[in-house]
């Protein structure tokens, strides 16, 4: 099936391809090096360039390579080592399309050589000739019933011949891509999106699919695909909504659970959203709305679990799912809110057990906590409850941001553990402080946030214009662009007016979704973003975590270095 004219993508006679070849010491990066580099750039049928060089590869080079491509290794001694010149390839090839024949040995040597010496490998889309010839032509209409690149250069009356040596097996294969692109052009592939589609692993009923992209615009936004009785079947996200969903109908595409989903589809319904933030909010909501069957993450954003203290005489911590205030979360399972709890109530001397103690004491027999000092025993008689009561502004100090006395004693209890040497209990007692840390951090965020009535803030978009969001109690309220040239102000001012009213509900959230709160809060916390107003200053609690930072960098360090050391061992 040919597209239209206007949903081609790049058309192919305006991609650059970098056709590459290497000659190397050995059959795999993991025992041989690169000893030479040959590339050729090409757009429309011209050449644009050509890049070539022998390369050291530090070792001598075996008998039998002599004797296929030629190279020695004293033509090699002189010549640069390939640290030298990968930033000139990578410079070279940066922004093309990178074409070889058998594309995956190529590429493989230059990743393995980029990882080796500290190049970041650009990850280009990659054309591996090879692969597009056996999807051209069947075996027996080449030379020699070949796919070789040698054949194929007979084939396609290359005006070079392949003699495994770099620069000439480029050129023999640019010619070669000629040739299969004419080939491929008559059958109505006309843009690298349509080449990258006709490569193998695709059903016809996949293919035959590609029209429920056709109508998408090309703006960032939610697609959602829907079954034979129009429920939803998947929810995404993309920045551009017709190019991504056409990905779904290539062979790009090769997850078995999405091939399945895409084969149940009728239609992709999309919402065009003003930015990635947005579309990032609305597909939270859709989700949770809809609870697709082949997503896997973000079905059930409001599956959270908090920490309470009890109210009786005697509070302790218990874990709940719905949240009220002065509630401490949210946590993502119940175990980490249970482990959580634990290390609270160990730190602050909180009882354990779950009988209701009433306010005149009880006579039951002391635990076996009471005994090793982790409980004052109120359920036997032997704690008042004003006795009781610094134990329970400690936890409820710490939640609020008023005091941190609970960390100071979490970390002298630890000092105390090590200092006796019982190194392992100290590696424990670590950890579990350390996620205690990392709790209250999070909850403080999302709290502080949650507790704004409404804030505005702008991100550069990148080409001179601003991306704004109005944040209403942890909520995304509206979301809007000026883009370069248009004042700013006055696109706040109409997104203000139109937002969403969000009232506030219960709990520290203020019945916000955490999801979408945290996903706000990183947003408004990257490198660039301004704040416009706030109807009340942004300030997380002086008595939090975030004191508490270097301690839990130094706390993931020595996990990490521990993490060696037993992989060393």
Not at 181 to 208: C, F, H, K, N, W
Not at 518 to 530: C, F, H, I, K, Q
Request: proline content about 7%; hydrophobic content about 45%.
């Amino acid at each position: 099936m040919q597209l239209a004219f206007d949903e081609l993508g790049t058309p192919l006679r305006e991609v650059t391809f970098v056709v590459v070849d290497l000659e190397t010491t050995g059959g795999a990066p993991d025992g041989g090096n690169i000893t030479e580099i040959g590339a050729v750039k090409v757009r429309g049928g011209r050449v644009l360039g050509e890049f070539a060089t022998l390369i050291n590869p530090g070792t001598s080079i075996p008998p039998q390579i002599v004797a296929l491509t030629g190279i020695t290794t004293a033509m090699v001694h002189h010549a640069p080592r390939i640290e030298e010149v990968l930033p000139s390839f990578l410079e070279f090839a940066d922004g093309a399309v990178l074409v070889a024949h058998n594309a995956g040995f190529d590429t493989s040597f230059l990743k393995a050589a980029c990882g080796r010496h500290g190049y970041a490998w650009p990850n280009p889309t990659v054309l591996c000739t090879l692969k597009l010839a056996r999807r051209v032509l069947r075996r027996e209409h080449t030379p020699r019933r070949s796919h070789r690149l040698s054949a194929l250069a007979a084939l396609f009356g290359s005006a070079t011949t392949p003699n495994h040596r770099a620069l000439d097996d480029a050129r023999a294969c640019v010619d070669v891509l000629h040739g299969l692109l004419e080939r491929v052009g008559s059958l109505g592939v006309q843009s690298l999106e349509e080449l990258l589609d006709y490569l193998p692993d695709i059903t016809p009923a996949q293919r035959r699919k590609r029209d429920l992209a056709a109508g998408l615009p090309e703006r960032p936004g939610v697609y959602l695909f829907r079954g034979p009785s129009d429920e939803v079947l998947y929810v995404g996200t993309a920045s551009n909504l017709r190019r991504r969903v056409r990905q779904y109908f290539t062979s790009s595409e090769s997850r078995g659970r999405i091939k399945e989903m895409v084969a149940l589809a009728e239609r992709v319904e999309a919402v065009e959203c003003a930015h990635s933030l947005e579309a990032a909010v609305r597909e939270l909501r859709l989700l949770a709305a809809h609870r697709p069957a082949y997503n896997r993450r973000s079905r059930n954003p409001g599956k959270v679990w908090w920490v309470v203290l009890t109210d009786e005489p005697f509070p302790r911590l218990a874990v709940v799912r719905r949240p009220r205030d002065g509630a401490f979360g949210p946590f993502s399972s119940q175990a980490g809110a249970k482990a959580a709890a634990a290390t609270l109530a160990d730190i602050a001397v909180l009882r354990t057990c779950t009988p209701r103690i009433p306010a005149t004491g009880a006579s039951s027999r002391p635990c076996v906590l009471a005994e090793l000092g982790s409980c004052g025993a109120p359920c036997a008689g032997e704690q008042s409850v004003d006795e009781y009561r610094p134990s329970v502004r400690l936890v409820s100090g710490l939640v609020n941001g008023t005091d941190a006395t609970a960390l100071a004693l979490g970390s002298a209890k630890l000092a105390e553990i090590a200092s006796a040497h019982r190194f392992e209990r100290a590696a424990r007692r670590r950890d579990e402080l350390a996620s205690l840390l990392r709790a209250v951090g999070k909850h403080h965020r999302l709290t502080a946030l949650a507790a704004i009535g409404e804030l505005v803030a702008a991100a550069p978009d990148g080409a001179g214009g601003w991306e704004f969001a109005v944040v209403r109690h942890g909520r995304l309220a509206s979301a809007g662009v000026a883009r370069r040239g248009v004042p700013p102000l006055p696109v706040v001012d109409s997104l203000v007016a139109a937002a969403e009213t969000v009232l506030p509900g219960p709990g520290p959230l203020r019945g916000a979704n955490p999801e979408e709160t945290l996903l706000l809060w990183r947003w408004l916390t990257r490198p660039g973003v301004r704040l416009v107003r706030t109807s009340t200053p942004w300030a997380e609690p002086l008595h939090g975590a975030g004191r508490w930072q270097s301690w839990l960098d130094a706390a993931d360090t020595a996990v990490a270095l521990e993490a060696v050391g037993d992989a060393a061992g």
